[in-house]
């Protein structure tokens, strides 16, 4: 079975309703699926893990494909095996192996090859087996490997509690309150919810995964707080077991429950059930993209359909593994049809995060191709990450801390990454780490030079050195309200900015750790406290939430972050007015103050950022395209780029795209996904095959000519849409749109105020009677984008 950590059983075993059943008909494989399974040429054997993981956990043993990317994107502590494919599907060779425990020069990040697979191991877990000995002690180059059960599988873990409540999961309750979290469904468990629970829904939160079995077969998947159907079954997980939900339970995998023990197993019938539901999807989508006018190339759909129905019919008529392969593509070629019935926009932000691994300028310019063909026009470089700077720093020099970040010795990845960013028209922004440090013991390398600027959480007071987080685990911070904290910060943001082209300084952790429950609040280091104590007369540290100063403690935290971003935005622009500061921040305006102190919409309304990126953590298009229409309505016409986690959590590519279409329909300026060292391959391709097909110009550089390339590209579809409103209707909001094109482009003034009544009077000739209603909700969705900006443009 794939080997995740053991939940221990906390209630009896029960008996689920007999939706759940072991599938008793004929399946199409020769053989039974089993376990996924290595077997060297010494005979000796080893269990899968995990097959294209987004991130490879502690005690893995992970078999990345080409469908996961071009670069396993693994730590150099592992080991990899790299592998190339025979005329035998289950045979390999042995390219290569390289372990920590070797003198080679890659433990991780191994190139997969178009025709092979990787093999990597992650350090062992507490008391686990250290796979990366396997691979050392067991594989040579030149040997031959077999691979069983790779796609035909079964996998086996053990449910936390059916129909779970407080009685009979008491990890599904919050000791806090005493009360079920939503669902009773607790961190890192594995539920099962039946019509015999009464429930009409799961009642779950966002944080999860869940699927519908019915039948003894998956029927649906995705998504949070699912209506339990009659007669069948609601599998729901939170973090990893949600993770390990969504790689095993595909659509029509078969689903057998006895007691807590659940298997869940994917044969040929589950491909070819799968690929039936993405030919009806892509159709229906094909259908609903045409009867809203959407441009579109519908020829390249149908390609794709057709290619999609032939294989289906070939897989139908083999068996086994073959009937597995040929179902994949069709279910592939169906997929991709369905990704070009997305409508890409002509002009918004399309942003992505990069943890920098790569550590030569072929590795860069190689990642930035594969970021410019998925359509990236904003690059997140993390700059500042764990303490260490990326390029050579003096300011850290300066200050006893080291110069770089030991991997990069040698080079300087900021300066090639900026100019091969923009050889490909991609803007790169540092992003940097604020007032956290990293995970590094005593907080190294930063706080281990200078311990006096450790942040202190209240219950760490009085103890020798620098703690990390209660709330954050194993996080290290400095304190912001320190003045030689704010002094070193921000000189390393002025050397980035002073010795740099880039295009910006985005900003993140910047705000106090989180700081609830009381006793696990921030900061009380001895500056912190006597400098509260000189203005207001008490020891902070005296003070409790009912103190009558609780509140005036609360504020003059805000005030720490609110100030040092207004001098962050003075200090940029004094030495790069050219360059635009952002921020990382969460969603929820209300939480962000209240737990870290980060009131981000004081930020907007003073000016001091050129856009935000809000963090929507949630596991849904739904929950993401609410938290979108959230932040619109607090930061009014600021460019708002949605983060969205599809990548980091290893989502399906029709989920990613999914999220990513909630959050344009809910007013953002554009997206930003986290990250791209999780993006896969098969992400990567429906980016490319969808919504960001095209190369587009981003908002913030140029409002006018974002607003007017819009505006030209929604006056072509509206002139080719004869079909989704009244010949009169069309003809009158094309004549507004070239001319409010024409004047977008013009001077300041009163050219960019008419352009602005032509797209009002333009969205108003869309709500007449007989126009499409999703045909006119799009148009006038991206006219209203393309105001805003010529509203800032004028600024």
Not at 313 to 319: F, K, M, N, P, V
Not at 436 to 461: F, K, Q, S
Not at 574 to 583: D, T
Not at 607 to 635: E, K, P, Q, Y
Request: charged share 20%.
């Amino acid at each position: 079975m794939f080997r995740l950590p053991h939940i221990a059983a906390l209630t009896a075993a029960a008996t689920l309703a007999a939706a759940v059943a072991l599938t008793t008909g004929q399946s199409a494989s020769a053989a039974a699926p089993g376990t996924p399974q290595v077997t060297a040429a010494d005979g000796a054997t080893a269990e899968l893990d995990a097959i294209n993981p987004s991130s490879r956990a502690a005690g893995v043993l992970a078999l990345y494909t080409p469908e996961f990317g071009a670069e396993t994107r693994t730590n150099t502590f592992g080991g990899e095996a790299v592998l190339r494919a025979t005329a035998d599907r289950a045979v390999y060779e042995v390219v290569s192996v390289c372990t920590v425990f070797d003198k080679c020069p890659a433990p991780g990040n191994s190139t997969i090859p178009a025709d092979g697979a990787v093999l990597s191991a992650s350090p062992s877990a507490a008391g686990g087996t250290d796979d990366r000995r396997w691979l050392r002690d067991h594989l040579r180059p030149g040997d031959q490997v077999r691979i069983d059960n790779l796609y035909l599988r079964t996998a086996v873990t053990t449910l936390t509690a059916v129909d779970p409540t407080a009685q009979n999961n008491p990890g599904g309750v919050d000791q806090t309150t005493g009360r079920c979290y939503p669902g009773c469904r607790g961190s890192e468990q594995l539920v099962a919810y039946t019509d015999a629970s009464g429930r009409a829904t799961t009642g779950t939160n966002d944080y999860g995964y869940e699927v519908v079995v019915s039948g003894g077969r998956v029927t649906a998947r995705g998504g949070n707080n699912s209506t339990i159907p009659a007669g069948a079954t609601v599998l729901s997980g939170h973090g990893s077991r949600g993770s390990w939900l969504e790689t095993n339970a595909v659509i029509g995998a078969a689903v057998r429950v006895d007691g807590l023990n659940l298997e869940i197993t994917i044969d040929a019938d589950a491909y070819l059930t799968d690929a039936d539901n993405q030919i009806g999807s892509a159709e229906a989508a094909l259908t609903d993209a045409q009867a809203a006018c959407a441009r579109i190339d519908a020829d390249s759909v149908r390609t794709a359909l057709d290619q999609a129905r032939t294989l289906r019919g070939q897989a139908a008529a083999a068996t086994g593994e073959d009937a597995a392969a040929l179902a994949r593509q069709a279910r592939h070629q169906a997929q991709i049809a369905g990704y070009r019935t997305r409508p890409a926009r002509a002009a918004e932000g399309r942003g992505i995060w990069v943890r920098p691994i790569e550590t030569t300028e072929a590795q860069i310019t190689a990642t930035l191709d594969r970021l410019a063909a998925a359509g990236t026009n904003i690059v997140f470089l993390e700059t500042v990450w764990n303490g260490y700077t990326i390029y050579p720093s003096t300011v850290a020099t300066a200050h006893g801390i080291p110069a770089q970040k030991p991997e990069f010795a040698g080079i300087d990845p900021l300066r090639i990454w900026t100019e091969q960013a923009h050889q490909r028209g991609i803007e790169l922004h540092a992003w940097v780490h604020t007032f956290y440090v990293g995970v590094a013991a005593g907080g190294a390398p930063v706080l281990a030079a200078h311990p006096e600027w450790a942040a202190v959480e209240r219950e760490d007071v009085g103890k020798t050195g620098p703690q990390p987080s209660r709330m954050e685990p194993g996080y290290y911070w400095m304190d912001p309200a320190i003045p030689a904290v704010r002094e070193y910060t921000t000189g390393v943001f002025r050397e980035i900015l002073t010795g740099y082209d880039v295009d910006g300084l985005h900003l993140d952790y910047i705000r106090y750790p989180v700081s609830l429950p009381y006793g696990a609040d921030f900061s009380y280091s001895d500056h912190t406290r006597q400098r509260f104590a000189a203005e207001h007369g008490v020891d902070p540290y005296a003070l409790d939430p009912n103190s009558a100063l609780w509140p005036t403690w609360n504020r003059w935290r805000e005030n720490v972050i609110t100030t040092f971003v207004e001098g962050v935005r003075a200090m940029t622009d004094e030495v790069a007015p050219q360059a635009k500061l952002s921020a990382a921040v969460f969603a929820d305006p209300t939480d962000g103050l209240n737990k870290k102190f980060q009131n981000w919409g004081a930020w907007a309304d003073n000016g001091w950022l050129d856009f935000l990126t809000g963090m929507s953590f949630g596991t849904s298009a739904t929950s993401v395209g609410a938290d979108t229409a959230v932040m619109r309505t607090r930061v009014g016409d600021l460019p708002l780029y949605t983060a969205t986690y599809g990548p980091l959590r290893g989502s399906a590519p029709d989920l990613v795209l999914d999220q990513m279409q909630a959050v344009v329909d809910a007013d953002s300026d554009g997206v930003a996904l986290f990250a791209y060292n999780q993006l896969s391959a098969l992400q990567q391709e429906a980016l490319r095959e969808g919504p960001q097909r095209n190369r587009v110009p981003v908002p913030h550089a140029d409002y006018a000519h974002a607003a007017a390339t819009g505006i030209g590209a929604a006056r072509a579809e509206v002139t080719a849409a004869g079909a989704c409103a009244p010949v009169a209707v069309n003809a009158r909001v094309s004549a507004r749109l070239l001319a409010a094109q024409l004047l977008a482009g013009a001077p300041l003034g009163a050219g960019r105020d008419a352009a602005e009544r032509l797209l009002t009077q333009a969205r108003a000739d869309l709500a007449a009677t007989g126009v499409q209603p999703a045909y006119a909700a799009r148009i006038r969705r991206d006219l209203a984008m393309y105001q805003r900006w010529l509203t800032l443009s004028a600024r």
